[in-house]
């Protein structure tokens, strides 16, 4: 008889997900996730990412604009609409800054 695995219903944590609720709000000293990302705004998608930056050995300015991606990706996910695109562009270009002193 073939033997039955059980298989966890829990979806695994994605990275910027991950990084966003356990690092960066514990750091924010947010507990609810979920209104965060909800409530995010130009200025808390450029601390994450400063954040990352400053907290993780971030070596390439690809990583960074990786980041940035999820994190936008996520951010449509839990809002179910896309981020500004002009705060979207201005992130960009404080990825690109970043990238001076990676």
């Known amino acids: 008889m073939a033997q039955v695995v059980q298989v966890s219903q829990q979806r695994p944590l994605q ?3 991950h990084l966003f609720e356990i690092r960066f709000c514990a750091f924010q000293g947010v507990d609810d996730v979920r209104g965060a990302i909800q409530q995010c ?7 994450f990412l400063c954040f990352i930056c400053e907290n993780y050995k971030v070596k390439a300015f690809n990583s960074v ?9 996520l951010y ?6 896309h981020m500004d695109t002009n705060d979207a562009k201005e992130v960009f270009k404080v990825c690109f800054h970043i990238q001076c002193y990676l």
């Open 76 to 81: 449509n996910r839990v809002n179910g609409r």
């Open 65 to 73: 604009h990786q980041y940035l991606l999820q994190f936008k990706q």
């Open 41 to 47: 705004d130009k200025a808390t998608t450029m601390l």
């Open 15 to 17: 990275g910027p997900y």
